[in-house]
């Protein structure tokens, strides 16, 4: 989910090094605004569904930063 690999960017947590909005924008042809609202909903979603233990982890994770 392009969303979810939003995510995971902006919070560096595949790489370790948080991505701006500007790069994720580059990577996904959009523009830095619009990166800031696809990774505020999907923040808004993990918070809410916490169906799996990957969300739920990944949820932590980012509210612990």
């Known amino acids: 989910d392009?969303?979810?690999?939003?995510?995971?960017?902006r919070y560096g947590i595949?790489?370790?090094e948080p991505a701006t909005l500007d790069m994720i924008?580059?990577?996904?042809?959009?523009?830095?605004?619009?990166?800031?609202?696809?990774v505020a909903k999907?923040?808004?979603n993990l918070r809410h569904t916490r169906k799996n233990n990957?969300?739920?982890d990944l949820y932590?994770?980012?509210?612990?930063r």
């Open 2 to 9: 392009r969303a979810i690999e939003m995510l995971k960017m």
């Open 14 to 16: 595949d790489t370790g």
């Open 25 to 38: 924008g580059r990577d996904y042809d959009v523009g830095k605004q619009r990166v800031y609202v696809i």
């Open 42 to 44: 999907a923040i808004r």
């Open 54 to 56: 990957y969300i739920s």
């Open 60 to 64: 932590d994770y980012i509210t612990e």
